[in-house]
T-cell receptor, first 118, second 112 residues
Framework: GAVVSQHPSWVICKSGTSVKIECRSL??????MFWYRQFPKQSLMLMAT?????????EQGVEKDKFLINHASLTLSTLTVTSAHPEDSSFYIC??????????????FGPGTRLTVL | TQLLEQSPQFLSIQEGENLTVYCNSS?????LQWYRQEPGEGPVLLVT?????EVKKLKRLTFQFGDARKDSSLHITAAQPGDTGLYLC????????????FGAGTQVVVTP
């Protein structure tokens, strides 16, 4: 149980285009999902917290108009990188927190999406 | 600055040796989780500890949560090449509103 999927697993796009990444909890409902960014050989950096049915909460320094997050259902959150530039190239990972039954606030991570902007 | 200080940053050992990774903080955590991540993949949850002084074992991996819930350690006995990966500790501070605080990670390489 507690499986999270991401799509696509990798994407290459031209500078100026927008890219949408999907994050799905496959066998559980998640009221909260998190989006992280990870650079090579570094830890995860939280970008935003996505709550079902409400606006996302962004971390300091993360542009909300650049990284659009939508959490339309209890099993799906999307991250859209708008007008992507080479500096947006990174490994993007989502995680989902169990809606109920987890008093430990465990998060389960997706496999990540490698974004390369040319 | 990182709330959770993880050490060492890098460990390279021979198969069969033991290793310990540390995670320290001046803050108290409601819970602390350990993850292992392989290149190009997302982190995989290994264990969650919630009680001060708690010790959990997962085959050759032993996890300990400090009495004051400010630190934790991961000990691997008789490491194998399959243990190679990036180990991440992540704690939930009481004030974080659900946001995990990650350590910088420890890259472990086990050579045959």
């Amino acid at each position: 149980g507690a499986v999270v999927s991401q799509h696509p697993s990798w994407v290459i796009c031209k500078s100026g285009t927008s890219v949408k990444i999907e994050c799905r909890s496959l066998d559980f409902q998640a009221t909260t999902m998190f989006w992280y960014r990870q650079f090579p050989k570094q830890s995860l950096m939280l970008m935003a917290t996505s709550n079902e049915g409400s606006k996302a909460t962004y971390e300091q320094g993360v542009e909300k108009d650049k990284f659009l997050i939508n959490h339309a259902s209890l099993t799906l959150s999307t991250l859209t990188v708008t007008s992507a530039h080479p500096e947006d190239s990174s490994f993007y990972i989502c995680s989902a927190r169990l809606r109920t039954g987890s008093s430990y606030n465990e998060q389960f991570f997706g496999p990540g999406t490698r974004l390369t902007v040319l | 600055t990182q709330l959770l200080e993880q050490s060492p940053q890098f460990l390279s050992i021979q198969e069969g040796e033991n290793l310990t990774v540390y995670c320290n903080s001046s803050s108290v955590f409601s819970s602390l989780q350990w993850y292992r991540q392989e290149p190009g993949e997302g982190p995989v949850l290994l264990v969650t500890v919630v009680t001060g002084g708690e010790v959990k074992k997962l085959k050759r991996l032993t996890f300990q949560f400090g009495d004051a819930r400010k630190d934790s350690s991961l000990h691997i006995t008789a490491a194998q090449p399959g243990d190679t990966g990036l180990y991440l500790c992540a704690g939930l501070p009481s004030f974080s509103w659900g946001k995990l605080q990650f350590g910088a990670g420890t890259q472990v390489v086990v050579t045959p």
